[in-house]
């Protein structure tokens, strides 16, 4: 376990199996690194590793700024007329919500352990550029067209026709972030209705202006949009929705680069063959997240989703 006031936080260890074989083991907290972290940090120690197999200096700029440099500037600038317009947006889009009930197979514990498991199919590359296709002939984005399916789905069954999803966006409005590992990433709250009359080119009408929308006002972090919502807090559930959604697009791996990369990651080392293994994690942050992962034209969509064990069993999720 971390201890995240003393730290370290980021720890790395190096296992040598054979002369030829290692593996590297990083483990970051998530309170110090994202997703975009993640990518930052593949590509710089490609970049070190590099050089210094080539006997040369570190080739990585200076970073423009740091970590507490964004973190003044938020706070100083989330205040004000900023403030009180990024508020107004949001308790007026999310007023009377009530969090989706969603059907469970066993009553939800009174104590939540976070236990969880994961499930992974995917869905074939023809039904996926099916998708594709629907998706730009109604002028949204491919999460979006997914994103509507799946508050569809919830709708019905749930048997509610206002169906609020999380979505994590990277926050990283400021071109000096680009480059910087650090947690920037916030939570948003698609809210949606969904009436038996609704049509499909409808719903996605309206998903895609909510979600512009909600674009539009990221910059107020979850925490203080919680403040300001003031819900009724229950240790054994999360605060305005117990679902959420992340869509993924992963960088193409370069080709004229001499990795020999079996998971398209982005790893960048010279005459090495590199392999990344998720570890397994046995535990559910929330009710149900479900995560899709679109590889491009002509190839499947992975669906992964997360459930609690607690709450729900294999079969149900599948």
Not at 179 to 203: K, W
């Amino acid at each position: 376990p971390f201890d995240v006031e003393s730290g370290p936080l980021v720890r790395g260890s190096v296992f040598r199996l054979t002369d030829v074989d290692h593996v590297l083991c990083v483990v970051m907290h998530h309170v110090v690194a994202d997703e975009w972290s993640v990518r930052i940090f593949q590509r710089e120690l490609s970049t070190l590793y590099r050089a210094f197999a080539a006997g040369l200096a570190s080739p990585l700029p200076p970073l423009p700024i740091q970590y507490a440099d964004f973190a003044v500037w938020q706070r100083n600038r989330l205040q004000g007329p900023v403030l009180d317009r990024l508020l107004d947006y949001w308790t007026r889009q999310l007023a009377d919500l009530t969090p989706a009930q969603l059907p469970t197979d066993r009553p939800r514990p009174a104590t939540p352990t976070g236990a969880g498991d994961m499930i992974t199919t995917s869905l074939p590359a023809p039904v996926a550029d099916h998708l594709r296709t629907l998706a730009h002939q109604h002028q949204v984005t491919v999460f979006m067209a997914l994103l509507a399916a799946f508050q569809l789905v919830l709708a019905r069954w749930t048997g509610q026709r206002d169906i609020a999803v999380a979505i994590p966006v990277a926050d990283r409005s400021r071109p000096e972030t680009h480059t910087l590992i650090g947690f920037f990433v916030n939570t948003l709250i698609i809210r949606t209705h969904i009436t038996p009359t609704t049509t499909f080119a409808e719903l996605l009408t309206q998903v895609r202006t909510t979600v512009l929308e909600a674009f539009a006002h990221q910059d107020l972090p979850f925490e203080r949009l919680v403040e300001a919502l003031a819900p009724h807090r229950d240790r054994t559930r999360n605060p305005l929705t117990p679902i959420v959604y992340n869509h993924e697009t992963p960088t193409p791996h370069n080709p004229n680069t001499t990795t020999t990369s079996t998971d398209g990651t982005g790893w960048d080392l010279p005459d090495i063959h590199t392999t990344t293994y998720p570890l397994p994690c046995p535990h559910s942050k929330f009710d149900l997240t479900l995560n899709t992962t679109d590889h491009g034209p002509a190839t499947n969509l992975t669906i992964t989703t997360e459930y609690a064990t607690q709450l729900f069993n294999h079969t149900t999720i599948q």
